[in-house]
């Protein structure tokens, strides 16, 4: 017997960075990008085999982590269930880029964890699951904020302040967004340090960013629940503005996001920490394939597609 069980990717939509500072951000699922794990009842005790992510891992990434975080899903899974560790080979298969702001790490923990309830014919509601990945989150990120395991767990877009209850958001009208790498790593961590240190020097200047950056948000989280794309749009392209003031941007992303624009795109981003990693289009029907294009002409390493739907 062979079952499965999947879950996608993340992207911020709005807000990063600002977030630091206690305004809010929003996060969506890439239900496009996911991560399927198929458990096939053979063997003694479980297997778990990781083809994709063993050859996915960047020279500098310690396998620990990850093995680490597959045993424990496991063991919060069977302890929550109550269950005697079953007799499976589990094999991950991921199509999420590691360590690029995607949620790799929350969508295989997620995804395993559903696969061990299916072959065990039990489930365990989405709450509970959120919690057993949060716990797992901790092993790569310390204090995860929580944000990446409810909007990969719940597959919704998500409303998130800092030290808040997390919301997910009802989704008035589907929505598409392009995702374009710059195929340039660059640190989540030095690029919120360098906002410390701007923010530091003048926080008369910064603060005001922060707070549009925040009122940019609480108004798209409206449009997403209304269905007003066209404003939704325009409020990403005004965050981007924020983004470059607050020095996250760089050349290739402000370069994608004007090609973005420029053929045709409601609204366009850079999307995480910025500096380098991915930027976000939005688009309909009639410009997707145009603005695809465009960011493939201007560098973009790979373009996703993917369709929010709630
Ligand atoms: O690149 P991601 O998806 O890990 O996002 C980083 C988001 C920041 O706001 C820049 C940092 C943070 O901890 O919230």
Do not use: W
């Not at 269950?83 to 590691?98: A, E, H, K, N, Y």
């Amino acid at each position: 017997m062979t079952v499965e069980a999947s879950a996608s990717a993340k992207i911020i939509l709005l807000g990063e960075h600002a977030v630091v500072y206690g305004q809010p951000a929003i996060a969506v699922p890439v239900s496009s990008l996911r991560v399927t794990v198929s458990a096939t009842s053979q063997g003694k005790g479980i297997h778990i085999v990781t083809p994709d992510l063993n050859h996915a891992l960047p020279a500098d990434f310690q396998a620990q982590p990850v093995n680490d975080a597959l045993a424990l899903t496991t063991d919060l899974v069977l302890e929550k269930l109550q269950s005697p560790p079953p007799d499976l080979t589990i094999t991950i298969r991921s199509q999420i880029p590691l360590a690029s702001g995607l949620g790799s790490g929350a969508a295989v923990s997620t995804a395993l964890a559903r696969v061990l309830c299916t072959a065990l014919d039990r489930s365990l509601d989405d709450a509970s699951l959120n919690e057993i990945i949060y716990e797992v989150e901790k092993i790569h990120h310390g204090t995860p904020s929580g944000i990446d395991n409810t909007v990969i767990v719940y597959e919704k877009p998500v409303y998130f302040v800092r030290n808040q209850p997390i919301e997910t958001i009802e989704i008035g009208q589907p929505f598409t967004l392009l995702i374009g790498d710059t195929g340039q790593a660059a640190s989540t961590r030095i690029a919120v340090g360098d906002v410390r240190k701007l923010y530091e020097a003048n926080p008369l200047q910064t603060q005001p960013i922060l707070d549009a950056v925040g009122q940019i948000v609480v108004e798209a989280r409206n449009c997403i629940k209304t269905g007003d794309i066209t404003t939704l749009g325009q409020l990403m392209t005004r965050n981007h503005g924020y983004l470059q003031q607050l020095t996250v941007s760089s050349a290739h992303l402000d370069q994608l996001v004007d090609a973005a624009l420029a053929a045709g795109a409601l609204g366009a981003k850079l999307s995480g920490g910025g500096r380098g990693g991915n930027m976000i289009a939005l688009v309909t029907e009639t410009s997707k394939t145009n603005v695809h294009g465009a960011l493939l002409k201007v560098g973009a390493v790979r373009v996703f597609e993917t369709t929010v739907i709630g």
